[in-house]
């Protein structure tokens, strides 16, 4: 039904994946599997919803305070994740991290801590950073099988009074973890406990494969003091049309998020083209997710299947129960992060995305993004085997001149 396998050139098109490579990694040659968009087309019905609208030929001012806004976003929570929202809990807003700052921004004060579940997205580490906040780490423990919370150290952290907001991605970017109903309770439980705010960035909840996503925006009745933010940017490959929309019944920080976007920022103009990609999306595409999750579900096999296959003496990967983000450790190989980066680079030409910034010390991982066409995708392992092919080799040479 869907052709998720057709190669599409993406140069010359001012794409991230590739105008910032140089940037980046030092040269414009190499195959791009790093950023979060996908090389997949948006829905034909997506497109066609954008090209009505643009006939119409006027792109004025844009009011998103009716149902055309609020009916779409209702209809999928309510359909996709079995969630009611209210009108009142909902609202627009300029993108995902203009809505994590603000948050960080309004809860916490310069010195305080932002409790992180790492590895982490690599731009809440920035923002965090940047805003002049201490990251406060509670690291994920990988037990051979899955990521989980470690809630003693968790709960330590949150009694600490200078620890004020937890930054939780649900589903986790990089390692495609999907919190369970058992841990989203107990995280809730804790935080009501010592009184920390938990602010939810759920950009990758449509690409939950096992498991199910569970929506903090469920237990907002239960605490108040949590915001959901989100967008359609991942599910419908649309990041190049900024947008996003917050839930909560924290009144103070929904009215304090809109008047930093009204009268601080003066950001109040709407993306007209997002709201109609809004309405087509939630209430005509979900039949598009579906599918573009079996064939994430298939790439994912794929890259399971080669390094089972050809690098199994090197890498250990297991198919993510979310995201289209491949997280492969490296660490068995007992190359450095240096090296294993210069080997992807400038052996196998190719853009990973680089453990370290994920973590805040180096890394034995790599981020690998399978929401392409299968073809690209075995270009893309066979690069990686001819890294670390390079690798072996240059290590058996040196031990054998030793």
């Known amino acids: 039904m869907y052709n998720f396998n057709e190669n599409i050139n993406r140069l010359n098109t001012n794409a991230v994946q590739t105008e910032l490579i140089p940037l980046i990694y030092g040269r414009k040659d190499l195959m791009p599997f790093w950023i979060a968009d996908m090389d997949i087309k948006t829905p034909d019905k997506i497109t066609d919803a954008i090209a009505l609208r643009l006939k119409h030929g006027i792109f004025g001012y844009t009011n998103w305070k009716n149902d055309n806004f609020y009916t779409p976003v209702k209809h999928w929570f309510s359909t996709r994740f079995n969630t009611n929202i209210l009108k009142q809990d909902l609202s627009y807003a300029p993108s995902v991290l203009f809505t994590v700052t603000e948050a960080i921004r309004l809860l916490t004060n310069e010195g305080d801590g932002v409790i992180l579940n790492t590895p982490a997205y690599n731009n809440f580490i920035n923002l965090i950073q940047g805003n002049k906040r ?10 051979g099988y899955e990521y989980t919370v470690d809630f003693v150290q968790f709960e330590y952290l949150c009694q600490m009074p200078q620890n004020k907001l937890f930054l939780l991605c649900n589903p986790h970017n990089p390692t495609g973890k999907v919190y369970s109903e058992q841990e989203i309770e107990k995280i809730i439980e804790i935080c009501k406990k010592y009184d920390v705010y938990i602010v939810a960035d759920e950009i990758h909840m449509d690409f939950v494969r096992r498991g199910k996503h569970i929506t903090l925006a469920r237990y907002m009745h239960e605490y108040d003091q949590m915001i959901v933010t989100t967008c359609l940017g991942k599910t419908f490959n649309v990041s190049g049309i900024p947008h996003a929309y917050f839930i909560t019944k924290d009144k103070f920080m929904m009215d304090a998020i809109n008047t930093k976007i009204l009268s601080v920022y003066g950001l109040g103009a709407v993306n007209l083209v997002a709201l ?9 595409c979900a039949d598009w997710v579906d599918a573009i999750n079996e064939h994430i579900e298939h790439n994912m096999t794929l890259v399971e299947d080669y390094i089972a296959d050809h690098l199994s003496d090197c890498l250990f990967f297991q198919k993510p129960d979310a995201t289209f983000l491949a997280w492969i450790d490296f660490a068995k190989s007992g190359f450095s992060e240096i090296d294993v980066q210069d080997a992807l680079q400038n052996v196998g030409k190719i853009a990973t995305g680089i453990g370290n910034t994920y973590e805040l010390s180096a890394s034995t991982h790599f981020r690998f993004n399978v929401g392409c066409s299968e073809e690209k995708l075995l270009e893309g392992l066979e690069r990686i085997k001819r890294s670390f092919d390079y690798l072996k080799a240059e290590r058996l040479k040196e031990e054998t001149e030793a």
């Open 134 to 143: 201490m990251i406060v780490e509670s690291e994920l423990f990988f037990d």
């Open 276 to 284: 109609t990609v809004m309405k087509c999306a939630y209430m005509e």
